[in-house]
């Protein structure tokens, strides 16, 4: 079901989808996974697949476009900008929580990639919140920054940060932005440019996606770092990483070495990681292991309650 919701003086679209069946409902209602996609994207790009077995299983799902983006409003369009995704999330977590047949007290939020990374932010601002998925996360942007450094060479990411500059010079003029290309082949000017990125993006873009975003996005990345919030967050999470990631680098997320695996706590967050074989993480085989709160030197320890 189509349905909108306000964020800042602005209108989010969404779809809504109820849970089949009564598996979840208690006496409030059912849960809801509020969900939003990462870079650039939107929510007719691949998210609804997972809304639908959410829905199936019994639990409602809110997918929504940020400001800017999709069917969304917003100027400038394709303004992205973590702060101000996190402002759209929190907006349909409180839209989510009013929903006929939601129990507000059961909100999970969902992410992938960039958003990955807010809904950690999210929750550690949001003690009411149930449950995080966060699937292949951007968790560190300095981190994968040298990542895509490895790939893209010095000389391709001087040229993504001059289009930047100019793109906030324009936005300072009160001038048209500056846009860059979100996805593009190996060697051409755009956010990603891995060998994966814009076959796997054009496979599962949706009608409303559109190739391009604000220069500006890419400062974005220095000061986004969900990884320095994660014991913040005071409810079960459920991590996936993808061991072959090339754009948001696993490590962060892997346990520290000789950790037994299993689930751990790390702060006050209980965390559980899934490994994906495959490249982006949407596919293929998985299995659970340990992880670390902050991928660094932190020691988890081990707790026997599941998620």
């Known amino acids: 079901m189509d349905v909108s919701f306000p964020s800042n003086g602005e209108t989010c679209a969404a ?51 940020y400001r800017s ?113 979100t996805v593009g082949r190996p060697g051409e000017l755009a956010g990603m440019s891995s060998d994966e990125s814009e076959p796997g993006m054009r496979a599962i873009a949706g009608p409303s996606w559109r190739n391009e975003v604000t220069g500006r996005a890419v400062f974005a990345e220095w000061t986004n770092r969900a990884i320095t919030r994660m014991d913040e967050v005071r409810c079960p999470m459920l991590v996936q990483i993808a061991d072959r990631d090339s754009i948001a680098p696993p490590a962060p997320r892997e346990p520290p070495p000789g950790a037994p695996r299993g689930m751990w706590r790390c702060g006050s967050t209980r965390v559980r990681t899934s490994i994906s074989t495959s490249g982006n993480g949407a596919s293929g085989r998985s299995q659970t292991s340990s992880t670390s709160c902050d991928g660094t030197s932190a020691r988890p320890r081990p707790v026997s309650r599941p998620l």
């Open 69 to 181: 983006f999709g069917e969304s409003t917003g100027e400038p369009r394709q303004l992205a900008w973590p702060p101000r995704h996190r402002e759209d999330y929190r907006a349909a977590v409180e839209f989510a929580r009013g929903l006929d047949g939601v129990d507000p007290e059961r909100i999970v939020l969902w992410g992938t990639s960039w958003s990955g990374g807010h809904v950690v932010y999210v929750a550690a601002d949001d003690p009411g919140i149930a449950a995080v998925i966060t699937q292949t996360p951007d968790m560190d942007g300095v981190r994968t920054l040298r990542e895509i450094g490895k790939y893209a060479g010095l000389g391709q990411q001087l040229r993504v940060t001059l289009v930047g500059i100019k793109d906030a010079v324009r936005m300072l003029r009160n001038q048209e932005p500056l846009m860059l290309p």
């Open 15 to 65: 779809w809504h989808l109820t849970g089949e069946g009564d598996a979840f409902s208690g006496e409030r209602g059912r849960p809801c996974v509020v969900m939003a996609h990462g870079f650039g994207a939107t929510m007719d790009s691949g998210l609804l697949p997972f809304a639908e077995a959410f829905a199936e299983a019994g639990l409602d799902a809110l997918l929504f476009d």
